[in-house]
């Protein structure tokens, strides 16, 4: 089949054009969001409209969901299949999540439960995966000087949310809300493997939080997004996710020699080493293998599914430390291909116990990667993709 691969610059979207390609598909790329960051919807539905009307093809694909190419592909009548890799994706809740046209397949089943029923026969769950190949090329073909370079004890790649948490734009709360929300963070930040926010916020607590948070962020079309789920996942979500990542590195790097890959401001963290960017294909995998622990701090707002982070680690045969998540299991043996810790004193614990268990911890990841070869790549996800969006 020929497809149209509509990109924004995903850190997956190499890989998954690999696979594609190794299935025997033909992709035509449209890269023009990568280059101009300002382009509009309006703008994009023109140059998308031109390219079908000039090479017409079987179906569009993107990471994450893109209303405009949803009205697109329904004029067209053409199906538009995409994967998310994020979450929140606030652009779900778009009513265009409705037409008969999307093949929407969500990594984590929370979002799946959560908007199934707008479209119940075309949007499914569907884990995300790694191009192990492509790892494992680059981690051979790297010299000593590369190796020693990005070896470590201890080491974590990705934000902090510092600098971007939309919470923090809260201006003067009452003692009341301040004590109540912090209160619903303290303990959701300690719960692993379920998401209590926003069962626990009344519509109340919803109205004060939005006085209190200038431009309170709101779908800019009809769509189907409240906003408890709104404040629940995109505002105290990110916010609890740095809370955790600050606590857990905190507490680390009091002990050992941790390594920090970020953009983020790392100042109120003088113990840990911050290493600035890891670039994607070429140092991240190595990173990922020469660490003795990687460390994965799964965000808040990812209520159930397993992320990018954890599929790519293992794809570089790397060992795995990580928080639980409800689809851990489902995907992996627990304790046998990589470790979960169950709170910051059991994390602590667990990443002195490897780190003093070499042996384990190799046979560890390990297995992890060959569970990664046989079940979690590309090629075995997208032939999955295809036969359900095409049944």
Aim: proline share 5%; glycine share 4%; net charge negative.
């Amino acid at each position: 089949m020929k497809l149209l691969f509509y990109r924004y610059g995903s850190i997956c979207e190499p890989d998954i054009i690999n696979g594609f390609q190794e299935l025997g598909h033909t992709i035509l790329q449209m890269t023009e969001e990568i280059t101009n960051k300002t382009l509009d919807p309006q703008e994009a539905v023109k140059i998308v409209s031109q390219k079908l009307f000039e090479q017409p093809v079987d179906f569009v694909f993107s990471m994450n969901f893109y209303p405009f190419l949803s009205e697109v592909c329904n004029i067209f009548q053409i199906p538009y299949l995409c994967w998310t890799v994020d979450s929140p994706v606030m652009e779900l809740f778009a009513t265009s999540i409705s037409h008969p046209w999307n093949r929407i397949f969500l990594f984590d089943r929370a979002q799946y439960d959560e908007i199934h029923s707008y479209n119940p026969k075309h949007i499914f769950h569907l884990p995300l995966a790694v191009n192990v190949e492509q790892k494992q090329k680059t981690i051979q073909a790297s010299s000593d000087k590369l190796i020693h370079k990005f070896s470590s004890d201890i080491s974590f790649v990705g934000s902090l949310y510092t600098e971007k948490c939309p919470y923090d734009k809260l201006s003067k709360p009452s003692e009341y809300l301040s004590g109540y929300l912090n209160g619903l963070m303290e303990a959701q930040v300690r719960i692993y493997g379920g998401f209590i926010i926003e069962d626990l916020l009344t519509d109340e607590i919803v109205q004060e939080f939005k006085a209190h948070l200038p431009d309170f962020f709101s779908y800019p079309s009809a769509s189907y997004l409240t906003d408890k789920k709104t404040m629940a996942q995109f505002y105290m979500g990110s916010k609890i996710s740095s809370m955790e990542r600050l606590r857990a590195l905190k507490l680390l790097s009091n002990h050992f020699s941790v390594d920090l890959y970020t953009a983020s401001d790392t100042s109120c963290l003088p113990c840990v080493n911050n290493r600035g960017l890891a670039k994607t294909l070429e140092e991240m995998p190595l990173i990922f293998h020469n660490s003795k622990i990687n460390l994965n701090f799964t965000s808040k707002s990812i209520r159930s599914g397993v992320p990018l982070r954890i599929f790519d680690i293992l794809g570089c045969k790397g060992f795995a430390l990580t928080n639980f998540q409800l689809e851990l299991p489902e995907l992996f043996a627990l304790g046998e291909d990589l470790v979960c810790y169950e709170n910051m004193e059991d994390l602590l614990y667990k990443t002195d116990y490897f780190l003093r268990h070499e042996a384990e911890r190799r046979q560890i990841a390990e297995n992890g990667f060959q569970t990664i070869k046989k079940y979690h790549t590309y090629p075995i996800r997208l032939e999955k993709m295809l036969h359900l969006a095409f049944l």
